[in-house]
């Protein structure tokens, strides 16, 4: 069974908004931080946000900061990721992943990677 399931990505304008969702199984939240990493084409991971799972502090990339905000609703297993202001440098696949959330962003834990959704921001 998939732990962690993305849904809501697809086409947004330069300055429009999207907001992803990541279904989580189990008791995948109670124990684990959230995280959001993309991968935009011919480069590697970046971590996006992070929550932590238990004072719900977050964190963000600086070149998000402003613009992202993750959020948590653990009696539904859900994880979301507003994503306003939106840029073409944010074209990307995001994943949701589990583990931990540190000071330089979200450490994922083996195996508990969601699939991915494509988030493709153009005019």
């Known amino acids: 069974q998939q732990k962690l399931v993305e849904s809501g990505g697809g086409l947004g304008q330069p300055g429009g908004s999207l907001r992803l969702s990541c279904a989580a199984s189990?008791?995948?939240?109670?124990?684990?931080?959230i995280g959001w990493i993309r991968q935009a084409p011919g480069k590697g991971r970046e971590g996006v946000s992070c929550i932590s799972s238990t004072d719900g502090s977050t964190w963000y990339a600086d070149s998000v900061k402003g613009r992202f905000t993750i959020s948590r609703d653990n009696a539904k297993k859900m994880v979301y990721l507003q994503m306003n202001n939106l840029k073409p440098e944010d074209t990307a696949v995001y994943y949701c992943?589990?583990?931990?959330?540190?000071?330089?962003?979200?450490?994922?834990?083996?195996?508990?990677w969601g699939q991915g959704t494509q988030v493709t921001v153009s005019s």
């Open positions: 189990g008791s995948t939240l109670d124990y684990y931080a």
């Open positions: 992943a589990a583990g931990l959330c540190s000071e330089k962003g979200p450490v994922v834990a083996e195996g508990y």
